[in-house]
């Protein structure tokens, strides 16, 4: 028995083995390239300009509870980094005193610590509050 | 032929040489290699059937849990069991109606059996969907099925309301009419696929020729259906029924995920009464008794079915 | 025979049929992928803004990985020894020998013992053993089925005696012969092996309830168990549990679906 048989190598099953394989590694591949934690964006108010000093909160969000993790300070143009976030679902708020608040915006992802830019800003505003979508 | 020498491995060597002189004589060799083979599953077997069979009659007879040593008790749990345990009896009564259900699934199988067999362009297709629910872990689908049921969201209650069947939702799990069936149909869609197969298997068996003789004599498609195929599918019933039995005394995960045996106990089993008499209560030597008792009614309708079908069902006269 | 035409009555029947065996699967796949709350009535037939979340969810919110390596590893442990125990027991019964009939009694008998009759003492033993909570105390009971034994049997005794006695000449070892010559050719019973045990296993629930106390010893079923009892009707990610737990099985019937039935009916055949 020197060789392995070539029906054994090239049968369903072991190439669905293979296949299933290979998405574990490229799957666990992907997720250590991109599990830094890192979430930014940007804060505008109302006028769709960039707001400074505006305090962005995370908030955890599990089927039992919310928790509140942490929050930063958006620099002078408005962007906002956090990094090594830790979460998989989450929500992100944002305030200025004067300015206003912005609607909460659930983030989903699909790993603990996923990189993810915000596509559209927070918008601060002191009035209605209509959910935006991410 | 064997004169007297150690079995040490010398002895070993010079008998694998053929030596007249060694302990291990081809006999021995083999009796040695046959029990090797054997011991393993005789363990297994003897440590996980046998032993707790005989075990669980001997503690039906006892006082015992785990704090105290064992009394003898008789007959006493046997009493309590017959005469004074309503819910041994209801657990009892929706075991049997189980049963019930496996007769239905018996007869939609032998009607599914006889369309899938039929040689018709994706046949393979059908059997495989219809087969493709036994295999499934059964807390999963009843999980499935408990979604189904639900009383706000359900798949049921949805149609029905949307067909105008029904003006309000009905609580299939909860309410004690509708809970024991509800869990039924879910059974019954899960294997129905195995009864179909095996009554095909049982199907491919008939030989041909019995079919072209009876045209020839004008029997039409029904006739030869009643007159050849069920009385030769009979083992492959039975076989069926006993598979349906068995479901009835093992349908734990089932009952346990999708109502635990409420409401009340309306679809408490036998076997989910005994988990909890002896995992929740720790009535260890009561359940013991409950055990022995499934056992020897289970061991008694099998004995029954098996000389039913072993009966006649065997050999088929062919006279040409 | 009869013509193609007249098909179309089987088909008539048989494709509702196929819907309705199929409407579980899909129900619990659209309610796993689906962005409406599944908790408001109406719900809507079709996934509506699908997304994969809920299975980050089911993911994170219970030890999965954990549950799923412990299924693998019994699963493993008990194919295993499958194969080499009923292979070996099944090799032995083609073998002529006093007690023979004595050890195939015990056999059948011991078919007619359902698992359920033996909770109560197979716990008492598992303890005693020291195997309560671990996963080879989950796997033991399992380790042998008597169906296999038979599978095995039935297939050596199809194999031709010329060869075990032509190796037997050489003067090769009995173990080697069933080894390298033997079990190679029984390959279809290997398989059916594989596949029933993976199947019986996987899907055990009962069994690892009573023997399991941690949840880091514990299996799937289980653990969709704990779920179910934990989460309850709160969250979708319940249905993305029992979509991944279903799938291993799904799959491994696929691979394997003629050997799976050829494992099962090997009783209808019989009799």
């Known amino acids: ?70 929050s930063i300070v958006s620099g002078d143009d408005g962007v906002f980094r956090f990094e ?47 959910a935006q979508g991410s | 032929m064997a004169i007297a020498a150690q079995g040490t491995s010398a002895g070993r060597t010079a008998g694998r040489a053929g030596g007249a002189r060694s302990w291990w004589t081809l006999r021995r060799r083999r009796a040695l290699f046959l029990f090797v083979l054997l011991a393993p599953s005789l363990i297994i077997f003897l440590l996980y059937r046998l032993i707790p069979l005989g075990w669980n009659i001997v503690l039906s007879f006892e006082h015992w849990s785990l704090a105290k040593p064992a009394r003898f008790a008789g007959l006493y749990h046997y009493e309590e069991m017959f005469l004074y345990d309503d819910v041994f009896w209801e657990a009892l009564r929706n075991t049997l109606y189980f ?116 045209s020839i004599d004008g029997a039409n498609r029904w006739q030869q259906f009643y007159r ?84 006649e069902a065997g050999q088929v006269e062919i006279s040409e | 025979m009869r013509s193609r035409n007249a098909d179309w009555p089987v088909h008539l029947i048989l494709i509702p049929v196929s819907i309705l065996m199929l409407v579980p699967f899909y129900w619990v796949l659209k309610t796993s992928i689906t962005g409406e709350n599944i908790f408001a009535y109406p719900p809507s037939i079709l996934p509506s803004d699908p997304h994969l979340f809920n299975y980050v969810e089911a993911w994170y919110s219970i030890p999965f990985a954990t549950y799923f390596i412990n299924s693998i590893l019994v699963v493993f442990l008990a194919i295993v020894a499958n194969i080499l125990i009923d292979a070996a027991a099944g090799y032995a019964l083609t073998f002529h020998f006093r007690g023979k009939r004595l050890i195939m009694l015990i056999y059948l008998s011991c078919m007619m013992i359902p698992f359920q009759a033996t909770i109560i003492p197979a ?85 690892p309830l009573i023997v399991v106390r941690d949840d880091d010893v514990s299996t799937l079923p289980l653990g969709l168990a704990r779920f179910l009892s934990y989460f309850e009707d709160t969250t979708a990610a319940l249905y993305a549990f029992v979509v991944m737990a279903l799938v291993p099985g799904i799959l491994v019937f696929f691979l394997a679906q003629r050997q799976f039935i050829e494992g099962l009916t090997a009783g209808a055949r019989k009799g």
């Open chain 3, 123 to 207: 716990y008492l033993i598992t303890v005693n053993l020291g195997l309560v909570n671990t996963l080879l105390g989950i796997a033991l009971p399992h380790f042998s089925h008597i169906i296999l034994i038979f599978i095995f049997k039935a297939s050596f005794d199809a194999l031709p005696r010329s060869l075990p006695e032509a190796a037997r000449m050489d003067g090769v070892p009995e173990w080697r012969i069933l080894l390298q010559v033997m079990l190679p050719l029984a390959r279809p019973a290997i398989a059916t092996s594989v596949v029933l045990t993976f199947i019986w296993s996987w899907n055990d629930f009962l069994w």
């Open chain 2, 99 to 214: 049963m019930l259900s496996a007769v239905a699934g018996i007869v939609l199988a032998i009607g599914l059996a006889v369309l899938v067999n039929a040689r018709i362009r994706g046949r393979n297709v059908y059997r495989t969907i219809i087969f493709m629910s036994y295999p499934l872990m059964v807390v999963a689908v009843g999980i499935i099925w408990r979604w189904i049921y639900d009383e706000k969201t359900g798949l049921i209650n949805y149609a029905l309301r949307s067909v105008g069947l029904i003006d309000q939702p009905i609580a299939f799990l909860e309410s004690f009419s509708t809970a024991l069936l509800a869990i039924m149909v879910a059974a019954v869609w899960q294997i129905i696929g195995l009864y179909m197969i095996i009554i095909i298997t049982g199907m491919k068996s008939i030989p041909g020729h019995l079919y072209e003789a009876a």
């Open chain 2, 228 to 311: 050849i195929t069920l009385p030769l599918l009979r083992p492959s019933i039975f076989l069926c029924l006993m598979i349906g039995i068995i479901m009835s005394f093992t349908s734990f995960d089932l009952v346990f995920v999708m109502t635990n045996g409420g409401p009340g106990h309306a679809t408490e089993l036998l076997i989910t009464y005994i988990y909890k008499t002896a995992f929740n209560v720790s009535k260890l030597d009561y359940a013991a008794a409950l055990t022995v008792f499934t056992f020897f009614m289970f061991l008694i309708l099998a004995l029954v079915i098996n000389r039913f079908s072993g009966g």
């Open chain 1, 1 to 70: 028995m020197g060789t392995i048989p070539r029906q054994m190598l090239i049968n369903r099953v072991t190439i669905t083995f293979a296949v299933i394989l290979a998405l574990i590694v490229g799957w666990n591949a992907y997720v250590a390239a991109n599990n830094d934690g890192v979430l930014t964006g940007q804060v505008v108010d109302s006028g769709g300009r960039a707001v400074g000093g505006a305090k962005v909160t995370i908030t955890a969000r599990t089927v039992a509870h919310d928790l509140e993790i942490g």
């Open chain 1, 84 to 130: 090594k976030h830790g979460q998989y679902n989450l929500v992100l708020t944002a305030e200025k005193d004067g300015v206003g608040k912005s609607a909460p915006r659930h983030i989903r992802l699909y790993f603990r610590n996923q990189d993810f830019a915000l596509e559209t800003p927070l918008v601060l505003s002191t009035g209605s509050t209509n």
